[in-house]
């Protein structure tokens, strides 16, 4: 049977793009130079966009372009400038991560069409209908920790189409949640510069290994069960791999589609064997999390890849079929037809000739050339009175219009002028999270909100402050919703909101609430539509510096403790040292420790080895909001960390700056 879900591949430059469009894929994502997730694959520039818009758009293939990186203020308007400039040749639609960009594109380009990147964090319906309802998002790309029958409650309810990943590399941490590559070198995975520390080896306990790096994902046993959850699109992981993983792949899956089959053993075998990390998972997607999810790329492996044997694909050109009218006293007309597609184009109006006629011989010639163009003649039929004349050049020009137009039918965009809205200023507050009760100090005054994660709230808390559990799904929220009524009963009157797929369900409760960093608050516009779903205030990216914040004045900034740089849904405390404390330390190569705890279950959060240390820097942090985050500190030392920033003293032992 011919599957009707799209299968989206990945295109990191010409020769892949190809090879997926000969394969049978019926989109393909791509990324230009600027703002996107996958700075290293070869990518395309603006100019290379437009030839494979045509190529793909002969073979009624869509374009995707990922401008999926979180932009400073800065950035902003040249990425609308390049959205802009795409859509007007023919991109079929853009996959964002960055809310503060979607805003503005659903605030002056509503023709546009967006997609919500998986690095917007959705793992419940209340996310994805956010998306949808707030931002304009006409799709919405599902965090790959889901399983099945979440993906299914979600796609089948959801105000937006669902994608979700089948096929390719898994990262560890929650999407949109890890910085491990920023605080380890600096180069941010939500700028698209990932160094992939993840794959090294690590040592926790007496344990060294790779307890971090997870096997590639593939769903290619699953295809009936997922043919039916009600997905719009498949999405395989893959734009920085060569053209033959590509098109290997993406023929395999389309075989399969095609098909309603499941994958065999023998199909399974040839993926492997095109590209894996110690074989498969299907970990989260069948709810079995456990260290079987792990691998690495083996010498093994990379001989595997080598030795592959591929079906040769070939890319033949698409027949069109036209149809001219000439007629005398009317507009020349020339519709085009492409399988479901079809357009009209008029040209001049057709006059009586008065020497030599233009013969019906000399129009078909004129009309049949399409050597330059993605398309070979099907038919051509030429309705014309008697006698006519035309010049060359407009048929010539007829042509061209009617091929522009069938490859490109979106509504043309002009630029506004660019502006951003004015934010109005929180009053400057001081916050904490705490991982543990008896961490909270007796002078915990010198804070307005005390945070203590949700499960860990009970009567009696020094606490007047919930943090919400970053992962969330719809299965979940029986259980989450009693403990917000608990808190709620026990007089607790704020919440820290991690994900926007919360924000509705807490303010049910009448919580107070504040935007945690989680939520990407790059630039103004981001941090003014946080504002707008009503908060107390918003605690801005950890990864600006001072001088991108300096126009937030009043909203939060991290000023004191060790940074979450993963946030893990599979339990890598479990798979090595054990639940008894559920917590540990990780040791990288360096011997450098950091420190990782479970919450909310399994869920396990790792911590930069340092923290951030600014007291005897008021000047720098006194016109903000300030937030701290307590970790693997105990009562006594959290009482001295207050002390000191209550005296500006200078740091004791290992720190970083907010530069």
């Known amino acids: 049977m011919k599957n009707q879900i799209e299968l989206l591949a990945p295109a990191g430059d010409m020769d892949a793009l190809v090879s997926a469009v000969s394969a049978g894929a019926n989109a393909v994502y791509l990324g230009v130079e600027d703002f996107n997730a996958r700075k290293r694959a070869k990518n395309f520039t603006q100019e290379s966009v437009k030839e494979a818009i045509s190529l793909c758009h002969a073979h009624s293939v869509k374009v995707y372009v990922t401008l999926n990186t979180a932009l400073f203020d800065k950035e902003l308007e040249r990425a609308l400038d390049t959205a802009i400039a795409l859509w007007n040749i023919g991109v079929d639609g853009f996959i964002i991560a960055d809310l503060g960009l979607a805003s503005l594109i659903k605030e002056k380009y509503k023709q546009i069409e967006i997609h919500a990147s998986t690095q917007c964090t959705v793992h419940n319906l209340d996310g994805a209908n956010f998306l949808a309802d707030k931002l304009g998002f006409s799709r919405v790309v599902l965090a790959r920790e889901l399983d099945r029958d979440n993906i299914k409650y979600i796609s089948q309810n959801a105000r937006a189409e669902t994608e979700m990943f089948v096929h390719g590399a898994h990262c560890m941490s929650v999407s949109g949640q890890c910085l491990l590559s920023y605080a380890m070198g600096g ?80 199909e399974f075998e040839t993926l492997g064997a095109l590209f894996s990390r110690q074989g498969f998972t299907d970990g989260y997607y069948m709810s079995r999390i456990d260290k079987a999810m792990l691998g690495v790329r083996t010498d093994e492996n990379k001989a595997q890849s080598t030795n592959v044997k591929l079906k040769e694909n070939t890319l033949q050109k698409p027949s069109i079929n036209m149809k001219a009218s000439l007629i005398i006293g009317k507009k020349a007309s020339l519709t085009l037809s ?36 993605p398309f070979a003649l099907g038919s051509l039929d030429v309705e014309m009175s008697q006698g006519i004349m035309i010049r060359k050049s407009s048929l010539n020009g007829l042509r061209r219009d009617g091929i522009e137009k069938l490859l490109n039918q979106n509504p043309a ?98 919580f107070k609430l504040v935007f945690d960093y989680r939520l990407n608050a790059f630039n103004g516009p981001c941090v003014g539509l946080l504002c707008e779903q009503g908060c107390e205030n918003v605690i801005l990216a950890p990864e600006l510096i001072l001088a991108q914040t300096r126009d937030y004045s009043g909203f939060g900034l991290i000023v004191y403790g060790k940074i979450p740089v993963m946030t893990t849904h599979k339990c890598v405390i479990k798979d090595t040292a054990g639940c008894a404390n559920c917590k540990t330390y990780i040791r990288d190569r360096q011997g450098t420790k950091m420190y990782a705890e479970g919450i909310y279950g399994h869920l396990n959060i790792i911590y930069n080895s340092v923290p951030i240390y600014m007291a005897d820097k008021p000047d720098s942090i006194s016109c903000y909001s300030q937030h701290f985050i307590f970790t693997d500190e105990e009562n006594e030392e959290c009482e001295r960390i207050i002390d000191a920033y209550k005296k500006n003293k200078a740091p004791v032992g290992a720190f970083r700056r907010i530069k």
């Open 187 to 266: 180069r941010s995975g939500n700028r698209g510069e990932c160094a992939q520390p993840c794959r090294l080896p690590y040592q926790i306990g007496n344990k060294s290994g790779y307890p971090l790096s997870l096997k590639d994902m593939s769903l290619a046993g699953h295809i009936t069960e997922i043919y039916n959850s009600g997905v719009a699109s498949l999405k395989i992981e893959g734009r920085m791999k060569g053209n033959d993983y590509v098109g290997g792949t993406v023929g395999i899956w389309r075989e399969l589609l095609d098909s309603g089959k499941n994958a065999s053993r023998r």
């Open 338 to 373: 492409l399988g479901e597609r079809e357009v009209t184009v008029l040209g001049d109006i057709i006059e009586e000739a008065k020497t030599a006629p233009m013969s019906r011989e000399d129009i078909s010639t004129s009309l049949s050339k399409l050597g330059n163009t």
């Open 413 to 510: 965009v002009e630029k506004v002028d660019f502006e951003v809205k004015e934010i109005k200023k929180p009053s400057k507050i001081k916050t904490a999270l705490f991982s543990r009760e008896e961490q909270i100090p007796k002078n915990k005054d010198y804070f307005d909100i005390v945070f203590l994660y949700l499960d860990r709230v009970r009567r009696g808390t020094l606490a007047n402050g919930i943090c919400m559990p970053p992962v969330i799904f719809d299965s979940q929220w029986d259980e989450i919703e009693k403990m917000l009524r608990d808190a709620k009963e026990i007089g607790i009157e704020y919440a820290l909101i991690t994900n926007i797929g919360q924000i509705e369900r807490v303010k049910k409760y009448g």
